[in-house]
């Protein structure tokens, strides 16, 4: 290799066309999924517009939005009038999520729609499966039941793929199992494979009114100083029918998704969670940063870590900035 001075890395970095001319990751907002919460009545949020709530009336008006402006997916979430220890608005038929996917489906057909698969949103506890109150912990076989009851139900109001995302061992078999046996071999399974217990996730929370009421999530979420056991949780996850591998949160994690793009031959996606988004939101409205720089740079470097697809908040933003 020539060294300096005949070497000058500087040469490409000159104008703008040739930075773009020799770009080697590019955001494309095809790659890009878009949350939406679902509730009885809309909600704004003005510091943090992605956590914004829609009605069934409003959403369909934001998912049309979403796509005019060439954002090619939604991802579903639920926040139910009420809520049970069983959480059986999950899978209610007539469930807010249920009746969005239909509406969706019938007035947006070009979009992709997810859903979340988990019962956190709808548990009076707030807990993403059974709670049994004389043991600690979550009834791991038990909730493996009505999670599989919850992706039929979507797939049945019109989903496209689901998306499993509580971290009970073998869900992601039994939601196969489920939807191959009623006929829904075709509906894919996009796993939450490496879900970390994590701190960013609380905008969400309180966006989709989905914190636990005592307790963690320790206990079925990894532990964020393993890598390893991330790995073999894909691994599982493939054996058990994923068809995407999804990491959770994404900046924390760059070296996993890297890792789990070597290893797997499947789609990998990357979920570039709330308090991610709303820790930029934040600096950016105190002038401490450029929203919009920042956003990018962010993520350019999950695509870059080797993510095929990434959910993120600021998916309606990008469309308008690329």
Not at 125 to 150: I, K
Request: overall charge negative; hydrophobic content about 45%.
């Amino acid at each position: 290799m020539a060294t300096f001075p005949r070497t000058r890395l500087r040469r490409l970095r000159r104008t703008g066309a040739l930075r773009e001319l020799v770009r080697e990751t590019r955001l494309d907002v095809r790659d890009f999924v878009m949350p939406l919460f679902v509730a009885p009545e809309p909600q704004l949020n003005e510091a943090l517009p992605g956590m914004s709530r829609f009605s069934l009336q409003t959403v369909v008006r934001e998912a049309d939005e979403l796509a005019s402006a060439g954002v090619g997916a939604v991802l579903l979430f639920g926040v139910p009038e009420e809520k049970d220890d069983e959480g059986s608005g999950a899978w209610d038929p007539d469930g807010i999520v249920q009746r969005a996917l239909r509406e969706l489906a019938e007035r947006v057909p070009e979009l992709v729609l997810l859903t979340d698969v988990c019962l956190c949103e709808y548990t009076s506890h707030g807990h993403c499966g059974v709670v049994a109150p004389d043991e600690p912990g979550v009834r791991n076989d038990e909730t493996l039941e009505l999670l599989a009851r919850t992706a039929l139900s979507h797939a049945d109001a019109g989903a496209d793929a689901v998306c499993p995302s509580d971290m009970m061992d073998g869900r992601v078999g039994a939601v196969r199992t489920a939807l191959d046996d009623a006929g829904h071999d075709e509906i894919a399974v996009v796993s939450y494979a490496a879900k970390y217990a994590s701190a960013f996730y609380g905008p969400f929370r309180e966006a989709a009114d989905s914190a636990p009421a005592f307790g963690d999530r320790r206990g079925y979420q990894m532990d964020p100083g393993n890598a390893r056991e991330a790995l073999r949780e894909c691994e599982l996850d493939v054996a058990e029918g994923a068809d995407v591998l999804m990491i959770k949160p994404a900046l924390p994690n760059l070296d996993v998704i890297s890792a789990v793009r070597e290893r797997f031959d499947l789609p990998v996606a990357a979920y570039n969670v709330s308090g991610e988004y709303a820790m930029v939101k934040a600096a950016g409205a105190r002038g401490w940063l450029d929203e919009r720089q920042a956003a990018l740079e962010s993520l350019t470097s999950i695509k870059r870590a080797g993510a095929d697809l990434i959910v993120s908040y600021w998916a309606k933003d990008l469309a308008a900035w690329l």
